[in-house]
């Protein structure tokens, strides 16, 4: 019969096991999760007479939203708003934009806020009258919606938020291209600040201190926040107020042309001044070039970051507090607390706080590129990326050879884009792509198309980007750690008399050590148990753990 093996000696794979890959590697030029994008608008002066004319050209368009809402009332907008976004499960609006979805608790929306209120009420089983949309009540954006276009655009911290449009002054086609930027932040150097406290103990003396940090301060909470090293909703509101008001106007230009795309998030610079369209073939009526609008918007936004930096760091204090045990804080924080004491018997110790420093480098660099067509009505914007770009200048133009040309002018433009050392860069990059026939395996036709520079990398401090680098800031920021160092004062706090005394102290105890060491020599030297036990009870006038022979440790005899 033959020999069977127990299932439990087969050899079986174990449940976890080393892989084949490598450690990750320890990098100090990774950015920090506040990173952020900015979009930097710049119109275009092209010629009008390129435009098509009509309705969605230099008319407004049919059935636009402001013509919709002329003849509706606050109540009829909140039934259209309320009915047609649909409880979840219950579907019956179709054909969803993706780009205009607006979330709402516990509903599935459909369309946007605008699109809803040219629909007829259509009742159904879960109206949402009584819920919010991106923070504001449904019958609150009804009221609003009956002076402005309502659309839902996400912040720099991914909130979203309505905003309410104005009806045009006229129509008028403009082209607007939004330069997209990262404004990445690095961690730099580390080191000692500024001295935020000293104090020194006199010989013998023992203190308490407690160390309470600018965090810990709800009402200077908004005042250390910034951009750079504490993205919040606080310092990102603070940043676009600073922006509107040192560039004198908002994201909505003299002309009434809201630039805020729908599609796009982040920080909204505002055009400087809110006035004029850049020449992408040369210099316009008004002096305006790309490059020249690109620098205005770069200068205007790392200003602005700079004021908010240099107005946080006048709030980030830090306090040593040595008059008491225990400190209360409107944080739910605590201050820590440390017992110090000073053992040298002649001399005072010295404390010295400084805060910590942290240098932070900002990079701000172009990323992406967007392009928007619009009259002015939201219903005729159009935002499309270089690819798309030829195919909308044929869609809005009249004439086949003016939208090449001007795509021509606009791409020779990011062929020639300056960064921040003056040095000439290439945003884009022409692509010929073969696409072959399947049968005969021979070249069918050749493709070409523009896209972003595939070797677009550049680096400093060891820093690299993907991206063309139009400004690079290290600044400097004081932590809310601290550190200390103890320094020993160099006057004897003793006469001659008490000075021997200490002398005479040491010489004693370094004796007794000596003797000590001496008689434990002499034992070591022993190799009897006995005779070994028998000396130590002699030298040490101890008893062992356990009782020896000859030692008198017991009074009791030995047994043998």
């Known amino acids: 019969m033959p020999e069977t ?68 009332d606050a109540s009829t907008i909140t039934a259209r708003i309320a009915n047609n976004f649909v409880a979840v499960g219950t579907p019956n609006i179709v054909n969803v934009n993706a780009e205009e979805v607006t979330q709402v608790v516990s509903v599935a929306p459909q369309y946007s806020l605008a699109s809803l209120v040219g629909f007829e009420s259509a009742p159904t089983s879960s109206p949402i009258a009584d819920y919010t949309i991106a923070g504001q009540a449904v019958s609150n954006i009804a009221v609003q919606s009956l002076y402005g276009m309502p659309v839902t655009i996400v912040d720099i911290m991914g909130n979203q938020k309505i905003e309410y449009r104005q009806q045009p002054a006229s129509a008028v086609p403009r082209i607007t291209i939004i330069e997209h930027y990262r404004v990445d932040t690095f961690l730099g150097d580390y080191g000692a600040g500024e001295t935020v406290k000293t104090f020194t103990l006199l010989p013998g003396e023992k203190t308490t201190i407690s160390i309470k940090s600018y965090k810990q301060s709800v009402v200077s909470k908004k005042d250390y926040q910034n951009v750079i090293d504490s993205l919040t909703n606080d310092s990102t509101r603070e940043l676009e107020k600073m922006l509107q008001v040192d560039s004198m106007q908002s994201t909505t230009d003299a002309g009434g042309f809201n630039l805020a795309s729908k599609s796009e998030s982040g920080l909204n610079i505002p055009l400087f001044g809110g006035k004029g369209s850049a020449s992408f073939s040369g210099t316009s009526s008004n002096g305006l070039t790309m490059n020249s609008v690109r620098a205005q918007s770069i200068k205007l936004l790392t200003n602005a970051i700079s004021k908010q930096v240099q107005k946080s760091v006048v709030s980030r204090k830090l306090d040593i507090n040595t008059e008491t045990s225990t400190s209360e804080t409107s944080s739910s924080e605590t201050s820590i607390i440390r017992v110090l004491e000073n053992i040298n018997k002649s001399r005072v110790l010295n404390f010295v706080f400084r805060q910590l420093n942290q240098e932070l480098i900002t990079i701000t660099y172009l990323d992406d590129i967007s392009f928007v067509y619009t009259n002015g009505y939201e219903e005729t914007k159009q935002v499309v990326k270089i690819d798309g770009l030829l195919a909308m200048l044929k869609s809005i133009f009249v004439n086949v050879t003016d939208a090449n040309n001007v795509f021509k002018d606009i791409v020779d433009q990011y062929y020639s884009v300056y960064d921040y050392t003056g040095t000439r860069q290439t945003f884009y990059e022409k692509r010929t792509e073969n696409i072959y026939d399947a049968d005969t395996g021979l070249v069918k036709f050749t493709e070409e198309y523009y896209r972003k520079n595939s070797s677009l990398a550049m680096t400093v401090d060891g820093i690299t980007v993907n991206g063309i680098i139009k400004s690079v800031e290290n600044r400097v920021l004081p932590s809310d750690s601290v550190i200390v160092d103890a320094l020993l004062g160099q006057g004897e706090a003793l006469d001659c008399f008490n000075l021997k ?60």
Do not use: H
């Open 5 to 72: 093996t127990p299932s439990s000696c087969i050899n079986k794979d174990p449940m976890t096991d080393w892989g084949t890959g490598t450690a990750p590697k320890l990098d100090y030029n990774i950015p920090q999760t506040n990173g952020f994008v900015a979009n930097a608008y710049i119109p275009l002066d092209v010629n009008s007479s390129y435009f098509k004319t009509g309705a969605g050209f230099d008319l407004p368009p049919s059935g636009n939203y402001y013509d919709v809402v002329a003849g509706l």
């Open 501 to 560: 005394l200490q002398d005479a102290a040491v010489v004693q105890a370094n004796l007794e050590n000596e003797a000590k060491q001496q008689a434990i020599d002499i034992i070591e030297g022993l190799t009897d148990a006995t005779e070994k036990a028998t000396l130590y009870k002699k030298v040490f006038s101890d008893c062992c753990d356990v009782p020896q022979i000859g030692c008198n440790c017991t009074s009791t005899s030995n047994p043998a």
